[in-house]
């Protein structure tokens, strides 16, 4: 039976997943640190990376904010276990308001989750130049950049 709005992200307000941090400094950890200017919600999305194969074995996140982007981490955390960085790269933060049914003006809390896990690949590849080539195929082609801007879209 299809779980309504307000179970979905009170689940995941009430039991964060994987809340935590991992060492920031480590090599196998990138870190993505975002905020949301319009309500000034921040979100630490920290992975860590299986050198071998790119995927990623751990996840731990720290959000300042909101029900919604509480929730919207904890599910993310959930989604991208086990992911390659490329796969993980790709969310989109519609994926995640779809899970979770959020309303149109709850829209930004989950793109903030997007903007975490790129931004923590893009500080993974940042400490490990030679990952990016192999998952990537070698192709060189840029990670998407984390774009604040669109966060603050919406109050
Ligand atoms: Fe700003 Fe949810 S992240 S209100």
Same mark, same amino acid.
């Given at each position: 039976?299809?779980?309504? *709005? #307000?179970? =979905?992200?009170? /689940? #995941? *307000?009430?039991?964060?997943?994987?809340?935590?941090?991992?060492?920031?400094?480590?090599? /196998?950890?990138?870190?993505?640190?975002?905020?949301?200017?319009?309500?000034?919600?921040?979100?630490? @999305?920290? +992975? $860590?990376?299986?050198?071998?194969?790119?995927?990623?074995?751990?996840? %731990?996140?720290?959000?300042?904010?909101?029900?919604?982007? +509480? !929730? &919207?981490?904890? *599910? @993310?955390?959930? @989604?991208?276990?086990?992911?390659? @960085?490329?796969?993980?790269?790709? +969310?989109?933060?519609?994926?995640?308001? $779809?899970?979770?049914?959020?309303?149109?003006? %709850?829209? #930004?809390?989950?793109?903030?989750?997007? /903007?975490?896990? =790129?931004?923590?690949? &893009?500080?993974? *590849?940042?400490?490990?130049? =030679? !990952? $990016?080539?192999?998952?990537?195929?070698?192709?060189?082609?840029?990670?998407?950049?984390?774009?604040?801007? %669109?966060?603050?879209?919406?109050?």
């Amino acid at each position: 039976s299809k779980r309504s *709005y #307000h179970e =979905k992200v009170l /689940d #995941h *307000y009430n039991n964060p997943r994987n809340v935590g941090s991992m060492g920031k400094g480590d090599n /196998d950890v990138g870190t993505g640190l975002v905020g949301a200017p319009a309500c000034g919600d921040v979100m630490k @999305l920290q +992975i $860590k990376v299986d050198p071998n194969d790119n995927t990623i074995s751990d996840v %731990k996140f720290k959000t300042f904010g909101c029900g919604s982007a +509480i !929730a &919207s981490s904890s *599910y @993310l955390t959930e @989604l991208v276990r086990g992911m390659t @960085l490329e796969q993980a790269g790709r +969310i989109k933060n519609t994926e995640i308001a $779809k899970e979770l049914c959020l309303p149109p003006v %709850k829209l #930004h809390c989950s793109m903030l989750a997007e /903007d975490a896990i =790129k931004s923590a690949i &893009s500080n993974y *590849y940042t400490k490990n130049p =030679k !990952a $990016k080539a192999t998952d990537l195929g070698g192709t060189g082609a840029a990670m998407p950049e984390i774009e604040i801007e %669109k966060v603050s879209a919406t109050a």
